[in-house]
């Protein structure tokens, strides 16, 4: 594993000294917004990780190598490449790091690089889940199989009805993933504080977040854990806003006949270009906020 893993030297040394560090992906920077804002909004987050006490790991596959720590340079190359850089999952990391290829690091594969090197926390803005229609398309991010499976705390604000969120939840369960709410009892859709469905179990503080994962790991309970964290009020949008832009673009996928791995990036930006820059503004400030619970968590956990 050594000779695939590149920790930065400031990561390297944080988590030798036991010093809180949060995970990143990089799909949001090569996938999620447009460039110049994703490279903007990657540094930003990085700062806000920093001033909130912890290091900032953000994660990638640059020619074949697992970063844990890119440098400012290597988040504007990955945000400038966009698109062209592969969305890699699970099932991608063999050939890439073969080929000595880039990869931008979905949740699924930045929770893997993570969990690698040493990292508990990871904030990012959605996971990815059951797709509606799933029954027969069978579409089910790698994503909630990873949570499944890697003990790494994943910070996000839910998930974007783009998804069947009530199955979403349903294979969860079935998995053992425990889904909380912070603050919260109803689980968050992402750009809304609302989904209409129940979370597990409401948690209000870092330091609750904390002992509940450190009592999973100690447990012997593989997997992860959901954190779902509502975007700030005054930033939310009106539900029927990005209802019907969800639904408008859910059709658009239909009838341009796009599958698989395409979907989520297609429905993502197509939301976006039917809602202009309300739901880029309001992406920006929930992974903002993430941001700043997930640092606050992962203080709180190296003080266990
Ligand atoms: N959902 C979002 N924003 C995102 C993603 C999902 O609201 O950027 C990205 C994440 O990287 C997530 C991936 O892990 O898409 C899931 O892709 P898929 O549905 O193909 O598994
Ligand atoms: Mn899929």
């Given at each position: 594993m050594k000779n695939y893993l590149e920790l930065s030297a400031e990561v390297e040394q944080a988590l030798k000294e036991g010093k809180p560090v949060v995970a990143l992906e990089s799909t949001i920077i090569s996938h999620g917004m447009p460039y110049p804002q994703n490279v903007e909004t990657a540094l930003k987050v990085?700062?806000?990780?920093?001033?909130?006490g912890a290091v900032p790991a953000t994660i990638a596959i640059i020619g074949g190598k697992l970063k844990a720590g890119c440098t400012p340079e290597e988040i504007e190359y990955l945000g400038k490449k966009g698109q062209a850089v592969i969305k890699a999952s699970r099932r991608d990391l063999p050939v890439l790091v073969?080929?000595?290829?880039?990869?931008a690091t979905t949740v699924t594969t930045t929770m893997i690089i993570a969990a690698m090197a040493g990292i508990k926390v990871f904030a990012t803005g959605g996971i990815g889940g059951v797709h509606r229609g799933a029954e027969t398309t069978m579409?089910?991010?790698?994503?909630?199989?990873e949570l499944a499976q890697t003990p790494v705390m994943v910070i996000c604000a839910g998930a974007k009805s783009i998804l069947d969120l009530g199955l979403t939840l349903?294979?969860?369960e079935t998995k053992g993933v425990p889904v909380i709410g912070y603050q919260t009892e109803e689980l968050p859709a992402f750009y809304t504080r609302h989904s209409?469905?129940?979370?597990?179990?409401?948690?209000d503080s870092p330091e609750e977040l904390a002992s509940a994962f450190r009592a999973k790991i100690e447990l012997g309970l593989k997997g992860g854990m959901l954190v779902t964290n509502p975007i700030p009020e005054q930033y939310s949008m009106p539900k029927d806003v990005i209802d019907k832009a969800i639904n408008e673009a859910l059709r658009q996928m239909n009838e341009a006949g796009v599958h698989g791995k395409q979907c989520t990036p297609f429905l993502l930006a197509k939301v976006k270009e039917l809602t202009g820059g309300d739901s880029l503004a309001a992406n920006i400030e929930l992974v903002l906020n993430n941001a700043r619970l997930a640092a606050k968590?992962?203080?709180?956990?190296s003080r266990l």
């Open positions: 990085e700062q806000t990780i920093r001033d909130n073969a080929r000595k290829e880039d990869g579409d089910i991010s790698a994503d909630l199989e349903e294979y969860l209409g469905f129940k979370v597990d179990y409401r948690l968590t992962a203080t709180a956990l």
